[in-house]
């Protein structure tokens, strides 16, 4: 498995769709010291963004966040990455559609593992009958970032119709749902 970075800091990596949303969901938390888009979870090494579109590399758009553990918990970074995208369609959020965009957890050790399965456990239990959790969980191997012009897309581009549309609400929904753990 990967370790975790230096100091007291861990790594954390998730995807639930774009990862223009994630990276822009994530950045607002306090104790959450970086957040890069980019690729993980498939099975070519150094990937591109095209290539992870046409979907022949099997990797996932995720973000990769650095945090201090001491500010912010692990369960507290699931408890936004659930309530911030669809954990029971497969293959999509929203319009954007294709396996990069599958709900995935990339586990940097073993108790992000196992916080991880317990609380899709919690999640799949209270879940409606008939919307499965299709939460992917896997072990982090490599992690390629993504090219500069995915980094603080939504900051960058916030009058474009996709960030009005798409990543507004879900920046929205953290910052009345996950007040206290803002910046």
């Known amino acids: 498995m990967v370790e975790n970075s230096d100091n007291n800091s861990e790594i954390a990596v998730f995807g639930g769709g774009c990862f223009w949303c994630t990276e822009a969901v ?14 993980s979870g498939g099975h070519v090494d150094n990937p591109n963004y095209y290539q992870v579109c046409d979907e022949t590399t099997g990797h996932a758009e995720v973000s ?26 497969l293959n999509r959020q929203g ?3 294709g396996a990069r965009y599958r709900s995935i957890i990339l586990y940097a050790n ?18 409606a009958p008939g919307s499965p959790l299709v ?11 993504a090219e500069p012009e995915h980094k603080e897309y939504y900051l960058r581009n916030q009058a474009s119709m996709y ?18 753990q803002l910046r």
């Open 26 to 39: 994530f950045s607002q938390l306090e104790g959450v010291e970086s957040v890069v888009p980019g690729y």
């Open 64 to 89: 990769k966040l650095q945090f201090d553990p001491n500010q912010i918990s692990y369960k507290d970074l699931l408890s936004v990455f659930f309530a911030t995208h669809d954990p029971t369609t």
């Open 95 to 97: 319009a954007d559609r």
């Open 110 to 127: 073993y108790d992000q593992k196992e916080q991880a399965e317990d609380y899709v456990k919690e999640l799949s239990a209270s879940a």
């Open 135 to 145: 939460t992917e969980l896997k072990q982090l191997e490599k992690f390629w970032e």
């Open 163 to 180: 960030c009005q549309l798409v990543i507004s609400p879900k920046v929205q929904k953290v910052r009345e749902k996950f007040a206290k």
